[in-house]
């Protein structure tokens, strides 16, 4: 014969129900500690594999945490418009380190491209005669500088050269900034007599110098941005390897601990 004792049962019940509330949440604050934990292990990436990268690029990593009714966490680059000039997000700035292939153009890039200074295809980098910031970029004010005296147009304003003396001043200061077709190319510079300030391009001569933007002073010329072949990037970052990583590291220790302080707490 078989006695079964029902006393404390629903007291059972109840705990044991009460602790797989407290377990789902115990999970999901796990996840969301270890996507943190994965987060400052891409930041580390990021300083070890990018030449100086900015604070923006730095701050680009976000974390969506996970739900009690939503197990999952997801670590990933911030997908909204930069904002001001640049709409492009971080995820296509520097998504294809993720995946390999071409990154996306920069807006200077875009214009150039489009008022025929650039070909379908080419991207710039900077020359020797270039200003760096710290981050190993080019200053802005140079790009204005640059886009002024080669006569490139944006919506909105026109910065082109004007012959003013404020205007002669800055050409004299910075040199005579012009562009080159390269090698094979039927454009030359239209030059204003007056000022020596490039102004705009008719079909006629090749140039020796290699396409980009140069800056003469005095004898010497000397390169500020130099137009390349686009490249693709191999795959930099591995997110599924450094999440899985993670996971195996992390996640048993945080739901541990996550879940003792839920028991502590709970009402049972």
């Known amino acids: 014969m078989i006695k079964i004792d029902t006393r404390g049962l629903k007291d059972a019940v ?3 129900d009460q602790t797989g509330k407290q377990a789902q949440f115990a999970a999901s604050v796990a996840l969301t500690r270890t996507a943190g934990h994965l987060k400052s292990n891409l930041r580390d990436e990021f300083s070890a594999k990018f030449d100086r990268p900015t604070p923006m690029v730095m701050r680009s990593i976000f974390v969506k945490p996970a739900r009690k009714d939503n197990l999952e966490a997801v670590v990933w680059l911030k997908t909204g418009a930069l904002g001001g000039k640049n709409q492009r997000s971080m995820s296509q700035i520097i998504g294809q380190h993720f995946f390999g292939g071409g990154r996306e153009s920069k807006q200077i890039e875009v214009v150039l491209r489009q ?4 070909s379908p295809g080419e991207m710039i980098v900077p020359g020797a005669g270039a200003k760096l910031d710290r981050y190993g970029n080019m200053s802005r004010g140079q790009l204005t500088q640059i886009l002024s005296q080669i006569g490139v147009r944006r919506a909105g304003f026109d910065s082109t050269p004007t012959g003013s003396r404020r205007s002669r001043r800055n050409v004299a200061r910075v040199g005579k900034i012009f562009w080159s077709y390269g090698s094979g190319g039927t454009k030359k510079p239209l030059v204003d007599k007056k000022t020596g300030i490039t102004y705009g391009y008719v079909g006629g001569n090749q140039n020796h110098l290699p396409k980009g933007a140069w800056v003469r002073s005095g004898r010497t010329v000397r390169p500020l941005m130099i137009a390349i ?11 599924n390897k450094l999440g899985k990583d993670n996971i195996d590291r992390h996640f048993s220790i945080e739901f541990n601990k996550a ?6 707490t709970a009402r049972i």
């Open 259 to 264: 879940f003792d302080a839920a028991l502590k």
């Open 115 to 118: 008022q025929g200074f650039l």
């Open 229 to 239: 072949r686009s490249t693709s990037y191999g795959q930099r970052f591995d997110l």
């Open 14 to 16: 109840r705990f044991i």
